[in-house]
């Protein structure tokens, strides 16, 4: 289990801080209204991807975690969905003048393009829904690794370009180019994962029943991309793209310290879908570890920013101000959400039982009126504020939901996992003595 985490929180948290590197640089050479225009466009491929698939990728985690053979069944079901509905988001995007949407800002030739991220997009989440299932960890986690790469090189690249040269277009065309080589990277896997299996006992799982399993998912995904993105289209309504670039910064940095509890809990699913022993209580010392590492990065933030309180505007830009107290009122919804990571998890290895979407959707709910009262009247703050609130009501919920699904209660396991840090402190302390002794010996 911790050999697994180790490899997770690496590549998972190198591949992203390459991304986030590249979305500063990003941020910085484009200005805030080209910034606020990317965020839209990535924020817009992401929304309309996770709808298409109905949680059917989520569904596959959950069957192929019980039976790996049945793989190749879930797969061609998915395949068979995205062959009916792609289409129709063609038509779709096609019909609806985007274009003409006030302050979205999207042209008409960013269409094609979101229609060629929202394909890559959509596989992607297919694949490692995949390699996730069939616990192939490393694979799963090279995805994020090989994208942040290719992104950041882009990002490098960017800085290289003529002054007269659209940016904004290279920016887009660089995601795209990353999805891309993830995409053939997720096929390669896949079909040498079907060869692999190729005459082995292959288990039939009906569409209806992957459904089944998926809507839930579907239900909780869609509301909780949402809980984190559609403040971003509210500040484009209600303020402006140049707003859109600013809180993006914020929300995205709070995102990243979120990261880590999301990666280390991902491996949870398929343990809990195959009743793997042990896994109520990795769930819950993957549960105080994630929010003592958000106190911990939260309280370092706040030091950085005493210190230095323009921090974020003086590394990407003036225009960028005010994206640092709006980050530290996101600090709640940072330790909240680090919370959920681990009890949603647990649920979707139990079949997302009605509290996993509930908690989502109640967030969402809060999420919503809140937005309305406090953009317009505080601006960004006023978004980071009503985002923070809605992840307390959240995580209320999904707390409630695995005390009813799981033997063990939350708080009730809280001794033996300080005792169990205790015993690995104290075994720190003393391998280090060891080493000193050593040393001295030595000389």
Request: proline share 3%; hydrophobic share 55%; with cysteine.
């Amino acid at each position: 289990m911790i050999k697994l985490l180790r490899q997770t929180v690496f590549f998972q948290a190198f591949g992203y801080l390459l991304q986030f590197s590249a979305f500063f640089i990003f941020a910085r050479i484009l200005g805030t209204e080209g910034q606020g225009t990317l965020t839209i466009f990535r924020t817009l491929g992401q929304v309309i991807a996770s709808i298409m698939w109905v949680g059917l990728p989520a569904g596959m985690v959950y069957f192929i975690g019980k039976d790996r053979h049945s793989s190749f069944f879930l797969l061609k079901n998915c395949l068979k969905w995205f062959i009916f509905v792609f289409p129709l988001i063609i038509l779709f995007l096609c019909l609806v003048p985007i274009s003409h949407i006030p302050k979205l800002n999207l042209k008409e030739q960013h269409i094609a393009y979101l229609l060629i991220f929202i394909f890559l997009l959509s596989f992607l989440n297919l694949f490692q829904g995949i390699m996730l299932g069939l616990k192939k960890y490393l694979y799963y986690n090279l995805f994020a690794f090989g994208l942040g790469i290719s992104i950041f090189i882009f990002s490098i690249l960017t800085v290289l370009l003529p002054h007269n040269f659209d940016k904004l277009f290279f920016a887009i065309i660089s995601y795209i180019t990353g999805y891309g080589l993830m995409f053939f990277y997720g096929l390669v896997l896949v079909c040498s994962e079907w060869c692999r299996l190729k005459g082995q006992t292959r288990k039939t799982v009906p569409f209806l029943a992957q459904f089944r399993v998926g809507l839930k998912g579907f239900t909780s995904t869609v509301a909780g991309l949402l809980l984190f993105r559609l403040d971003l289209f509210f500040v484009g309504y209600f303020l402006s793209l140049r707003a859109v670039g600013i809180y993006s910064i914020a929300l995205f940095g709070a995102e990243m310290v979120t990261k880590i509890p999301y990666w280390s809990s991902s491996i949870l699913t398929p343990m809990v879908a195959s009743n793997e022993e042990g896994h109520t209580r990795r769930t819950v010392y993957l549960f105080y570890s994630s929010i003592i590492i958000a106190l911990l990065m939260g309280l370092f933030l706040i030091s950085v920013l005493a210190i230095f309180p323009n921090l974020i505007s003086d590394l990407i830009g003036k225009d960028f101000a005010g994206a640092e107290v709006c980050l530290l009122l996101l600090l709640p919804r940072v330790i909240m959400q680090s919370g959920v990571a681990a009890l949603g998890a647990n649920l979707a290895g139990k079949g997302y039982p009605l509290y996993h979407p509930a908690g989502n959707i109640t967030a969402l709910l809060c999420l919503i009126p809140l937005d309305f009262i406090l953009i317009p009247r505080f601006g960004i703050n006023g978004a980071a504020i009503a985002n923070s609130l809605a992840f307390i009501a959240c995580f209320l919920i999904f707390y409630v939901g695995y005390q009813k699904y799981n033997e063990d209660s939350i708080l009730a396991s809280l001794k033996p996992f300080c005792s169990y840090i205790i015993q690995k402190f104290n075994y720190l302390i003393r391998k280090i003595q060891r080493c000193g002794e050593r040393h001295k010996r030595d000389f």
